[in-house]
C-alpha cells in the first residue's frame, strides 16, 4: 500500500500521519421537511465493505417511520419528493422490505424510532453500498453516480414485506447525499 508520511511539528513532540491511497470516504445530507425546513443531518463513511451512517434529526413524529435511499438525488419538490424516484437497487429480481425472502432493495433501510420529543440519534451499518465508484459509477451501489441519491423519511412505519414501499406512506423529509471529501486515516507515530 502506497502511503504519503506528513510530518507536523508541535510543542509537545511530532505526530505522523499515514495517508493512504485508499483516504475514507465521506459524505453528507441535510435533511428537510415538506416545507423545506432543516431537521438535521445524516453523515456517511465509507467501510471497507459498506457505509456507516449517523442519523442526527429533530422535529419529526414519534413513532416509526420508514426510512429508504432514493434513487435520485433531488429533494427540491417539498411537497411530495417524488422527483427523488424509487429506492436504489429496485428491480426485477428484488423485491421491496429487508424481511422478504425474495431479497431486497439495496435503499431498504431500517425504520427510525423517533422517540416523543421528535428526535433521532442512531448509527446505522449498510453492507454492500459505496460512497462512490471512479470505476462503476453507474452501479446500484454507488450512492453518488450521475443522478445521486437522497435519504427518505416516512410518514409510517415500513413492515419490511409489503410492496412496494411496506406501508410507510407519504413522504415526509428528504436529504440529498452531497459533499465528498477525503479524510486521511490518522495512525499514531511508531
Not at 33 to 57: F, R, T
Not at 110 to 120: F, M, Q, R
Request: glycine letters at 10%.
Amino acid at each position: 500500500m502506497k502511503k504519503i508520511l506528513l510530518a507536523s511539528a508541535t510543542i509537545l513532540g511530532v505526530t505522523l500521519f499515514a495517508l493512504p491511497s485508499n483516504a475514507q470516504q465521506t459524505a453528507t445530507a441535510t435533511i428537510i421537511d415538506n416545507n423545506a425546513k432543516e431537521l438535521g443531518s445524516i453523515e456517511i463513511k465509507q467501510a471497507p465493505e459498506g457505509i456507516l451512517l449517523h442519523v442526527d434529526i429533530e422535529g419529526l413524529p414519534a413513532g416509526k417511520h420508514g426510512f429508504h435511499i432514493h434513487e435520485v438525488g433531488t429533494c427540491e419538490d417539498h411537497s411530495d419528493f417524488k422527483m427523488s424516484k424509487g429506492h436504489i437497487g429496485k428491480g426485477d429480481d428484488v423485491q421491496h422490505g429487508l424481511m422478504n425472502p425474495e431479497g431486497y432493495e439495496e435503499g431498504d433501510l431500517p425504520n427510525l424510532i423517533v422517540s416523543e420529543d421528535g428526535t433521532v440519534e442512531v448509527e446505522l451499518y449498510v453492507d454492500d453500498l459505496k460512497i462512490t465508484d471512479a470505476d462503476d459509477m453507474d452501479d446500484d451501489e454507488v450512492l453518488l453516480d450521475s443522478d445521486g441519491a437522497a435519504f427518505m423519511i416516512h410518514a409510517n412505519e415500513d413492515d419490511h414485506m409489503t410492496q412496494p414501499i411496506g406501508g410507510a406512506g407519504d413522504r415526509i423529509a428528504c436529504g440529498v447525499i452531497e459533499s465528498v471529501t477525503q479524510k486521511p486515516v490518522s495512525k499514531p507515530a511508531e
